[in-house]
C-alpha cells in the first residue's frame, strides 16, 4: 500500500486511479494533488469526473439544476431494490414499492418530502434529547471502563447513534441488532459489490424492514408518541394529505443509512485525532467546556468528512474551473477534499480546533441537500465527547494492536474499527 501511495505523490496525474482500495483508504496525497493540478479531474476508469476544490464543490452543491441527484436506475435511498432478476423481483413485489424522496430526488420533489421532516430535526426539536444521549453515552461508557481499553467503533461509535435513532423510530433496543442488518442490506445493494447470494439475502433483509416498519407505523397512526416516526407518519403539511407507507419507508432508510454510519465514522476517528495530536487533546481535557467540545467537535467533522463524497448527474454541459463536462455526466462533489482545500482551510491537514473558520466546513453539504441529520449528529457528538472527557483520560492507542485501517469505500469514509485504551478518571 505504502508504494502506491508513494507513486501517488509523484506519478503524473493521469496515472491516480481514484477508485482504487488504496485511494479510497487514504485520499489525503490524491486530493492535495487534484487541488493544485486537476481540479477537475476525470477518471480514465469510471469516467466520473472528480470536482475536488472548495469552491467548485460548493457551487455545484448550490446549482441543483445542473447538478442533479437524480440518478439513472437509481434506486438507492428509495427504500426498496430494484433488479430484473425474477427470484430478487419476486421478493420485492411482496412489499412495497420504491420512491425517491430526498437524497436522490431534486427540486420540487424533493423539497416536498424535506417540509414533512424539517421540523422533526431541527435543533430546538432535537434539545430534548439531550438527556437521553448523555444516559446512552454513559451506559455505555459502564460497559467498559473497568476494562482499560476497548474497541471503540463497536463499544460507542456504532452503538450510541444507532440507539438514538431507534429511540426516535419505534425500535426497542432489543432490536438493535435488525436495525444493523437493515442498514448493511442498503449499503450492500449500493455498494453494487453483492454477489447473486448476497443481493438474494439483502432483497429480503429489505423486505423484513418494511413490513417491520409499516407495523410500526401503523401503531404510531393510531397512537402517536413524542418521537420522529410519530411526525412522519402524521405529518401534514398546507393541508395536503400524509406521507403513504412507500414514501414513509423511503425516508426512514434514509435516515437509518444516512445517520448511522457517518456519525459513527467521526466520533470514532475522532478519538484517533485527538491521540495524534497531543497539543489538541491537552487543550480538550484542561476545559472540556461545551464551547470546546464545540470546537472539537466541527474540526473532527471538517478533518474526517465521513460523507466523502456524492454522486450528481449533468442535466446540460458545464463548465468547472476551464474544463467542459458534457450533459449526463456522473460527477462526485468531494465534500472530504473541499475541507482539506488550503485555499479555504490554510494547512488543512493539521488538526486544529481553534480555526477561525471552523463553520466553514462542508462535512454536511451545501445548498438543498444540506443533512437533515447535521442537528442531530452535532447532538450526539458533542453529548458522547462530554462523557467521554467526564469519564477518561490518557487516551492511547492499545499496544500491539496494529495500525488502524480505513474501509475502502467511495462515499463512506471511516475507521474498521479502533483500539483504544485509556484511565478511568
Ligand atoms: C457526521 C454525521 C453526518 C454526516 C457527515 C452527514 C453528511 C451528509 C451530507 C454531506 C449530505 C448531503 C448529500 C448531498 O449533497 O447529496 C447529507 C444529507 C443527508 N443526511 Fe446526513 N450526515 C450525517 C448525519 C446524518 C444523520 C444523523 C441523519 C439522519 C438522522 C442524516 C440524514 C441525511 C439525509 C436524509 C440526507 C439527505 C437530505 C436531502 O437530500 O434533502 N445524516 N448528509
Known amino acids: 500500500m505504502t508504494s502506491v501511495l508513494e507513486h501517488a505523490r509523484t506519478c503524473p496525474i493521469d496515472e491516480i486511479i481514484p477508485m482504487s482500495p488504496e485511494m479510497l483508504k487514504c485520499p489525503s496525497i490524491m486530493n492535495r494533488r487534484f487541488h493544485h493540478e486537476a481540479p477537475v479531474f476525470q477518471d480514465p476508469t469510471t469516467g466520473i469526473f472528480f470536482i475536488s476544490r ?7 452543491s448550490m446549482d441543483h439544476k445542473t447538478f442533479s441527484s437524480v440518478m439513472p436506475g437509481g434506486q438507492a435511498g428509495t427504500g426498496s431494490m430494484v433488479s430484473d432478476d425474477p427470484e430478487i423481483k419476486a421478493i420485492m413485489d411482496q412489499g412495497y414499492p420504491g420512491v425517491s424522496t430526498m437524497l436522490t430526488a431534486d427540486p420540487p420533489v424533493q423539497r416536498h418530502y424535506r417540509k414533512f421532516v424539517n421540523g422533526a430535526f431541527s435543533p430546538e426539536s432535537l434539545k430534548v434529547l439531550e438527556p437521553f444521549i448523555d444516559r446512552v453515552s454513559n451506559e455505555l461508557v459502564d460497559a467498559f471502563i473497568d476494562e482499560g481499553h476497548c474497541e471503540f467503533l463497536s463499544a460507542f461509535g ?14 426497542p433496543q432489543s432490536d438493535l441488532p435488525l436495525l444493523r442488518k437493515w442498514t448493511n442490506a442498503f449499503i450492500g445493494n449500493l455498494s453494487q459489490q453483492l454477489d447473486r447470494d448476497g443481493l438474494l439475502q439483502a432483497a429480503k433483509d429489505v423486505l423484513e424492514f418494511q ?3 409499516v407495523e410500526k407505523m401503523e401503531v404510531r397512526r393510531a397512537h402517536p408518541e413524542d418521537d420522529i416516526l410519530s411526525k412522519l407518519v402524521n405529518a401534514s403539511i398546507d393541508g395536503e ?6 414514501e414513509c419507508l423511503s425516508m426512514l432508510s434514509q435516515i437509518m443509512v444516512a445517520g448511522n454510519e457517518t456519525t459513527s465514522a ?3 476517528q475522532g478519538m484517533q485525532l485527538l491521540i495524534n495530536n497531543p497539543d489538541q487533546y491537552e487543550m480538550v481535557r484542561k476545559d472540556p467546556s461545551p464551547e ?3 470546537c472539537l467537535v466541527e474540526e473532527v467533522l471538517r478533518y474526517t468528512s465521513p460523507s466523502s463524497n456524492m454522486f450528481r448527474r449533468t442535466t446540460r454541459e458545464v463548465e468547472v474551473n476551464g474544463v467542459a463536462i458534457p450533459e ?3 460527477c462526485f462533489a468531494r465534500f472530504a477534499a473541499a ?6 482551510f490554510p494547512d488543512a491537514l493539521k488538526f486544529d480546533i481553534t480555526r477561525p473558520n471552523l463553520k466553514d466546513h462542508v462535512a454536511f453539504g451545501k445548498g438543498v441537500h444540506h443533512c437533515l441529520g447535521a442537528a442531530l449528529s452535532r447532538r450526539e457528538m458533542n453529548g458522547g465527547f462530554k462523557v467521554i472527557f467526564e469519564r477518561m483520560e490518557n487516551f492511547r492507542l492499545t499496544p500491539g494492536a496494529g495500525e488502524p485501517e480505513f474501509s475502502a469505500n467511495a462515499l463512506l469514509h471511516g475507521l474498521t474499527g479502533f483500539d483504544l485504551s485509556f484511565d478511568k478518571k
Open 54 to 60: 472548495y469552491d467548485d464543490v460548493v457551487a455545484m
Open 158 to 171: 456504532v452503538p450510541l447513534p444507532l440507539t438514538v435513532i431507534a429511540s426516535q423510530i419505534g425500535a
Open 211 to 213: 413490513l417491520y416498519f
Open 241 to 246: 394529505k400524509p406521507l403513504n407507507n412507500s
Open 266 to 268: 467521526a466520533l470514532t
Open 292 to 294: 470546546m467540545i464545540h
Open 328 to 330: 449526463n455526466s456522473v
Open 339 to 344: 475541507n482539506q482545500d488550503d485555499e479555504r
